[in-house]
């Protein structure tokens, strides 16, 4: 086999490669290895003409001879398969006037550049797209029998930014390695863009031989890759599809894929999920709910209702806008299916201008004494026209900026934490108070609280609904009352229902209270009534704690 000049190979019951001849290896290169599959070295096998001749010949038919298919600029080929004891040999034929072995050898290197990856090595875009239609063209009956797996690396885009591009194109040669060391037989990878890979999975038994392989590469990112000495932390998201089951063609085994991935990101990353109708439908659902958002605002689909702060014991100081939206089809939308869309499409700076703006004018309709809190987004706050956009609704609605105060989360400061307290000090110095929401579910860091000056911090409701049975719950709104207390910060508690809670956080100097037991959202027009009356249940409540003392 190393002296002949043939192009002889032979293959087991597997179709795998046992042995072959040099001068086969020499032109076909890295594609023949032991244990190679028969398609890998002749693709050829998958179109129906020519495995439909080679599988009768593997089954104790006659020898016999195949034209393969060829390229415009090739010369014409021929196979003449053999049966074995073991197996299938194959000799190939090339016509007189055929490349020489040296311009062989050059042709084979041009076309491994123009299928394979430069920076991994794993097969590129064209050659996936290849190797997939093959792929299904070569199975049939109702029972998936080929396997798409689209990877997605998690967090990639932060090594690029925080390391650089070099330790990004290091980190996925090191991804390709561990792809390739989670393959078996029958599975092959390719670079499909960017950050994205794939997996064709042929001949093993669906979905349980996907499910295999998907949990190895999840597992195979758990370790941290080491990049100049630094340990970096990336996982893998996966979707999976299978043929002809969610689709008979490539691009619809491709789009199958892809939305299973988009479930797995949005399950949490680090994981795998299979394609199904339901992830379908989800996702039409929210490109529709996308697409409606967009016109919400100017159909007046938006609007805003407002729920009182009490000052204990009754004293009404104020109102949270909270906006809502009522879909013509749908009805009311939650904010926390509506909001991280509008986030990602861009759209909260255009929707926060109109609620701040809204939230201001229904303002000046009630006493000058009363404020009005609007929440900040993430995405709103870090677009960096902010105190410009702040100050031009304060002067167009001639509101006093004492009377608006600007709610913002932990995440906000998570992001670029220098330029979010400039920002802060800006929108502080033309006297609009800021207010840190949800305090104590995020990372709680002190140094916030150190290096800007809220005016408020609004203890969770997660705290505050076991308050009067639980005693770490006691001790945390406590720890934390006392804590702003002594940096001279006002506290609200958030999300108050009962009578024993307003009770306990009465007695404990709570200086501003919010829920549904003191009120419930508003509509704009019925705040001034609400005003005029002073809320009997927060002054009988604290009748009641008075008594009791």
């Known amino acids: ?37 028969i398609w890998e070295i002749y693709p050829s096998f998958l179109d129906s003409r020519c495995r439909d001749e080679f599988l009768r010949v593997f089954h104790g038919g006659s020898p016999t001879s195949i034209d393969l298919p060829r390229q415009p600029d090739e010369a014409p080929r021929s196979v003449f398969v053999f049966g074995t004891a073991n197996g299938v040999g194959i000799r190939e034929t090339r016509e007189h006037g055929a490349r020489s072995a040296a311009e062989e050898q050059e042709h084979v290197i041009l076309l491994h550049q123009a299928t394979h990856d430069v920076l991994t090595g794993l097969q590129n875009r064209r050659r996936f797209g290849e190797r997939l239609q093959q792929a299904l063209a070569a199975i049939g009956g109702p029972k998936p029998k080929a396997a798409l797996l689209q990877i997605d690396l998690d967090d990639f885009k932060s090594v690029n930014d925080t390391l650089g591009h070099g330790a990004g194109d290091t980190l996925l040669q090191l991804a390709a390695g561990r792809i390739r060391e989670a393959l078996q037989d029958g599975e092959s990878a390719y670079r499909y863009a960017g950050d994205e890979f794939a997996v064709i999975q042929l001949g093993k038994e669906q979905p349980a031989g996907a499910e295999r392989l998907s949990r190895s590469l999840v597992d195979a990112f758990k370790e941290p890759f080491v990049i100049n000495g630094i340990p970096v932390f990336v996982g893998s998201s996966i979707g999976i599809a299978f043929g002809p089951e969610h689709g008979t063609d490539g691009e619809q085994l491709m789009k199958a894929a892809d939305i299973a991935l988009y479930a797995a990101k949005t399950d949490g990353r680090g ?279």
Not at 2 to 15: H, K
Request: proline share 4%.
């Open 1 to 37: 086999m190393a002296n002949t000049t043939e192009l002889l190979s032979f293959y087991n019951r597997d179709f795998r490669l046992t042995h072959c001849a040099a001068r086969l290896k020499a032109i076909y290169g890295g594609a023949v290895a032991q244990g190679a599959a």
């Open 271 to 549: 994981c795998a999920r299979t394609f199904n109708r339901s992830m379908l439908l989800l996702l039409e659902q929210r490109e529709n709910l996308r697409r409606s958002l967009r016109t919400a605002l100017e159909r007046g689909e938006l609007y805003l209702e407002y729920q009182p702060l009490i000052r204990p014991p009754s004293s009404v100081i104020g109102f949270e806008a909270l906006l809502r939206w009522r879909h013509p089809e749908v009805g009311i939308i939650p904010p926390s299916v509506f909001i991280p869309v509008a986030e990602a499409d861009g759209l909260m700076d255009e929707i926060g201008r109109w609620v701040l703006d809204q939230a201001c004018r229904q303002a000046l309709t009630w006493p000058s004494s009363l404020t009005v809190a609007v929440n900040l987004s993430p995405a709103q706050f870090l677009n960096g026209s902010l105190t410009d956009t702040v100050a031009q609704v304060i002067d167009a609605v001639g509101i006093r900026a004492d009377r608006l105060e600007l709610e913002i989360t932990e995440t906000v400061l998570l992001e670029k934490t220098i330029d979010n307290i400039d920002t802060l000090n800006t929108l502080n110095v033309l006297g609009i108070r800021i207010s840190l929401d949800d305090f104590g579910t995020y990372y709680s860091s002190l140094s916030y609280l150190k290096n800007f000056p809220f005016d408020t911090l609004k203890i969770d409701q997660y705290f505050i609904t076991d308050l009067d049975t639980d005693l770490k719950s006691q001790a945390i709104v406590r720890s934390i009352i006392n804590l702003a207390h002594g940096l001279g910060i006002s506290v609200t508690a958030e999300g108050v229902e009962t009578s024993a809670q307003v009770r306990w956080l009465i007695k404990e100097n709570c200086d501003c209270l919010q829920g549904h037991y003191l009120g419930r959202p508003l509509g704009a027009e019925a705040t001034s009534d609400f005003v005029r009356r002073s809320p009997p249940k927060a002054r009988r409540t604290m009748e009641e704690s008075n008594r009791a003392v």
